[in-house]
Structure formats: structure tokens, C-alpha cells
């Protein structure tokens, strides 16, 4: 069976159709329209366009930002139409097929466990820094959903207190209803709001990085940054304890970001403990696609 992965975002639709041994047989780039009957529309069209490819019907899987509300199946996700809308249960009906609908860092958790840097690994979990901050956890092939839907939403774990004490760190409303995440303080608009509160400076995060090797005190931000993220690895050490860590998101872009997190880690942990090894992605934005399909084929291959 052909599989069907579709990186559903904000302002775009990636659509990859992949062939039994999954090599990438196809792909397709749509916008995403801006309301809900036209999305459920493109999606349907999408499928169906794969549909023609593989001479049948394929597994589909979709990955986008956000969550589903586990009570009435609808979609949490403020930069989609489908907001506060039931999109899985309208697909399946659309379709008249299962459809697995996943959060995009669960799908690039797939991902990279299965097929990208973390392939060698039984353990996995794939750390997402960027616009905001989230993971996914694969064991054995297979993420591991839990309970609420909500396992591997770490960026909304509180911030270390000790950290936020030595440094003075701002405490600050989380756009999930919660107050001091770490998401406030390690995503990419979070280490600009720390340099401002350490420094009274207004600066995004690609000047703080490139700053780091002339200006002092942005490299002791970046050194602040590395620690609570080191901080975040431990927790998942103490709870998960994966055998390998996949960064992904933007800030895993930054070509030190895996050596400067890997001795933080070192240093924030138990003495004489060994870490998990900390790997880039390597499957870069079509990993999400990817992730999806292997998802939907899961669900449709039992
Ligand atoms: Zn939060």
C-alpha cells in the first residue's frame, strides 16, 4: 500500500506520497486556504490526487501544529482554520478511511526515529526548538501517545527555579493558560525576551546567536540558554530516559547548538551518569511528511 504524509501548516499543505519501501514517490505543494470547508476540500483533493498516483486508495496521515481536544475530537491549533473544528472525524467521513491526525512533532518524532538520525536507536525523542518548543517519544518504532494527548508537550514543563533565581529570569504568562514554562524562556522568542530582561536590550534571536563570540554578555545569554535546555534534557533523562535526543525546530539550526548542549547536559546532571547522545535532525521540513505517512500506514497496516 502507498502512504499518503501531509505536513498540514499554517501557510502551506505538503503532500508526499511514498512507495512501498518508502522512497518518496511524489510530492505536492498547495496554500492552505483560509477557511474550513476549503481546507477540508484541498485535503480531500489531495488524497485523492494520491490516490491516482498509487492506482488505490492509500494510508493518509496528517501532521499540523497543535493538539486535539480529547473530548469532542477537535482541533487546538490558533493558526488553522480547522480551529475549534471536529477535521479528523470530517476527514474520515470525506473519506470513508482511517485517517491518523497527529501533532507535527510527534510526526518528525516518527520520523526521525524510524527513518532519520535516531534509526539506530530503540529509544527516542525528538526535542523541537523553535517558535515554540515540543517533542514527541518513539519507542520501538512507535510513538508513544498516552493518556491525554498531551505526552511530549515539554515546553510546558516549568522552568528550573534555581535558573531562573541565579539569573534573574523574567516569569512570565505561557500562551497554554500556564504561567513559567520553559517555552517562555528557551524558544526562539523566549531567548530574545531573556536577553532583554538580562541586558535591556531588543534583539531577535539569529543577532543574540551571532553576537555570542564578541559580545560577553550574549555569550553568557547563550551559556544561560544551553543550561535550562540542558535542564529540560535532564527531566526527560529522570522520566523518559531515551537513548538518543533528535533536536529539530529552528534554533536546532545554530551549527553549535549540539556540541554546547551536549557538555551543558554533562554538567547538569548526576556525576558520573552518562547522557543520551543529542543528534540533529536529519530528515530537515520534509521530515514532518514523512512522519505523518508512516502514522496514517501504522493505523491502516494494523
Ligand atoms: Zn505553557
Same mark, same amino acid.
Given at each position: 500500500m502507498m502512504a499518503l504524509g501531509v505536513d498540514l501548516g499554517g501557510t502551506k499543505i505538503e503532500a508526499q506520497v511514498f512507495a512501498d519501501d518508502w522512497h518518496l514517490h511524489e510530492r505536492r505543494r498547495v496554500a492552505t486556504p483560509a477557511s474550513y470547508p476549503a481546507l477540508v476540500h484541498a485535503l480531500v483533493d489531495l488524497v485523492g490526487w494520491a490516490d491516482g498516483l498509487a492506482d488505490g486508495p492509500v494510508s493518509v496521515g496528517i501532521g499540523a501544529a497543535g493538539m486535539i481536544? =480529547?473530548?469532542?475530537?477537535?482541533v487546538l491549533a490558533a493558526n488553522l482554520a480547522a480551529h475549534d473544528k471536529p477535521l479528523p472525524a470530517d476527514l474520515v467521513a470525506a473519506l470513508g478511511r482511517p485517517v491518523r491526525y497527529l501533532n507535527d512533532s510527534h510526526a518528525l518524532a516518527l520520523s526521525e526515529a524510524v527513518f532519520g538520525a535516531g534509526q539506530p536507536f530503540a529509544s527516542v525523542f525528538a526535542l523541537v526548538l523553535g517558535t515554540g518548543v515540543g517533542g514527541g517519544h518513539v519507542r520501538d518504532g512507535r510513538l508513544q501517545t498516552g493518556f491525554s494527548g498531551t505526552g511530549g508537550e515539554v515546553g510546558h514543563l516549568p522552568a528550573p527555579a534555581h535558573l531562573v533565581q541565579a539569573h534573574g529570569l523574567p516569569v512570565v504568562d505561557c500562551a497554554c493558560g500556564r504561567?513559567?514554562?520553559?517555552e517562555t524562556l528557551i524558544s526562539g522568542a523566549g531567548l530574545a525576551r531573556m536577553a532583554h530582561a538580562m541586558t535591556g536590550e531588543t534583539l531577535s534571536a539569529p543577532q543574540i546567536i551571532a553576537a555570542r563570540g564578541d559580545d560577553p554578555r550574549m555569550a553568557q545569554l547563550w551559556q544561560v540558554w544551553c543550561a535550562l535546555t540542558a535542564d529540560l534534557v535532564q527531566t526527560l533523562m529522570r522520566t523518559l530516559d531515551p537513548d538518543c535526543i533528535v533536536l529539530g525546530g529552528?534554533?536546532?539550526?545554530? =551549527?553549535?547548538v549540539v556540541d554546547d548542549l551536549t557538555r551543558a547536559v554533562g554538567q547538569a546532571g548526576f556525576a558520573g551518569f552518562d547522557s543520551p547522545v543529542i543528534l540533529r535532525a536529519a530528515g530537515g521540513a520534509a521530515s514532518g511528511a514523512r512522519g505523518a505517512a508512516y502514522a496514517g500506514w501504522q493505523v491502516a497496516d494494523g
Amino acid at each position: 500500500m502507498m502512504a499518503l504524509g501531509v505536513d498540514l501548516g499554517g501557510t502551506k499543505i505538503e503532500a508526499q506520497v511514498f512507495a512501498d519501501d518508502w522512497h518518496l514517490h511524489e510530492r505536492r505543494r498547495v496554500a492552505t486556504p483560509a477557511s474550513y470547508p476549503a481546507l477540508v476540500h484541498a485535503l480531500v483533493d489531495l488524497v485523492g490526487w494520491a490516490d491516482g498516483l498509487a492506482d488505490g486508495p492509500v494510508s493518509v496521515g496528517i501532521g499540523a501544529a497543535g493538539m486535539i481536544n =480529547p473530548r469532542n475530537g477537535r482541533v487546538l491549533a490558533a493558526n488553522l482554520a480547522a480551529h475549534d473544528k471536529p477535521l479528523p472525524a470530517d476527514l474520515v467521513a470525506a473519506l470513508g478511511r482511517p485517517v491518523r491526525y497527529l501533532n507535527d512533532s510527534h510526526a518528525l518524532a516518527l520520523s526521525e526515529a524510524v527513518f532519520g538520525a535516531g534509526q539506530p536507536f530503540a529509544s527516542v525523542f525528538a526535542l523541537v526548538l523553535g517558535t515554540g518548543v515540543g517533542g514527541g517519544h518513539v519507542r520501538d518504532g512507535r510513538l508513544q501517545t498516552g493518556f491525554s494527548g498531551t505526552g511530549g508537550e515539554v515546553g510546558h514543563l516549568p522552568a528550573p527555579a534555581h535558573l531562573v533565581q541565579a539569573h534573574g529570569l523574567p516569569v512570565v504568562d505561557c500562551a497554554c493558560g500556564r504561567r513559567g514554562c520553559i517555552e517562555t524562556l528557551i524558544s526562539g522568542a523566549g531567548l530574545a525576551r531573556m536577553a532583554h530582561a538580562m541586558t535591556g536590550e531588543t534583539l531577535s534571536a539569529p543577532q543574540i546567536i551571532a553576537a555570542r563570540g564578541d559580545d560577553p554578555r550574549m555569550a553568557q545569554l547563550w551559556q544561560v540558554w544551553c543550561a535550562l535546555t540542558a535542564d529540560l534534557v535532564q527531566t526527560l533523562m529522570r522520566t523518559l530516559d531515551p537513548d538518543c535526543i533528535v533536536l529539530g525546530g529552528g534554533l536546532s539550526d545554530i =551549527p553549535v547548538v549540539v556540541d554546547d548542549l551536549t557538555r551543558a547536559v554533562g554538567q547538569a546532571g548526576f556525576a558520573g551518569f552518562d547522557s543520551p547522545v543529542i543528534l540533529r535532525a536529519a530528515g530537515g521540513a520534509a521530515s514532518g511528511a514523512r512522519g505523518a505517512a508512516y502514522a496514517g500506514w501504522q493505523v491502516a497496516d494494523g
